[in-house]
């Protein structure tokens, strides 16, 4: 039972890091036996102790903010929203305290619909893109052979030092 308590399971169950089956493993040891009962118990009041020394306290002047902040909250008037529906003779919206008025917000959309000026923006920055692209390309490939000559030109200048 000692070389199952060393084993490391433990540790792994307590940091909430064991397996589905390694924890009902542990739980199952944990009735069976009051030796891993025992282990289990000592580990969590390690952790404990533990996680409080390296806790970092709060500064003074937060928890009367938190405290103001749930007075607040608990001092709001308890509002209830008003229910609206279109009337059907007039087309102006009015009040309405039917249960059965909801707006279905659930749709079987699986693609996200945009304005259809969005589009032609869209179409234009991925064109101007691949434009720029294009030049990017262009350019790196000009100052590539450009330093290709260049140390090509050295090289000459350098030869006809040399013969002269």
């Given at each position: 039972m000692q070389e199952y308590i060393n084993s490391g399971i433990l540790e792994t169950y307590v940091l909430g890091c064991a397996s589905e089956q390694e924890a009902r493993e542990v739980l199952s040891m944990k009735e069976k036996y009051p030796e891993v009962k025992d282990a289990l118990l000592e580990l969590e009041n390690d952790m404990e102790?533990?996680?409080?020394?390296?806790?970092?306290?709060?500064?003074?002047?937060?928890?009367?903010?938190?405290?103001?902040?749930?007075?607040?909250?608990v001092l709001r008037e308890q509002f209830q929203p008003q229910l609206y529906r279109e009337s059907v003779d007039k087309g102006e919206k009015t009040n309405t305290d039917s249960k059965s008025q909801?707006?279905?917000?659930?749709?079987?959309?699986?693609?996200?619909?945009?304005?259809?000026?969005?589009?032609?923006?869209?179409?234009?920055?991925?064109?101007l893109g691949k434009i720029f692209l294009g030049f990017a390309i262009y350019y790196y490939l000009e100052n590539r052979q450009m330093n290709e000559q260049v140390n090509e030109l050295k090289t000459e200048l350098k030869q006809m030092k040399s013969t002269k």
């Open positions: 102790r533990l996680a409080a020394s390296m806790a970092i306290d709060p500064p003074d002047n937060l928890w009367p903010q938190i405290a103001h902040e749930i007075n607040e909250i909801y707006i279905d917000i659930e749709s079987e959309a699986t693609h996200m619909r945009i304005h259809k000026v969005w589009r032609w923006v869209f179409a234009a920055v991925f064109v």
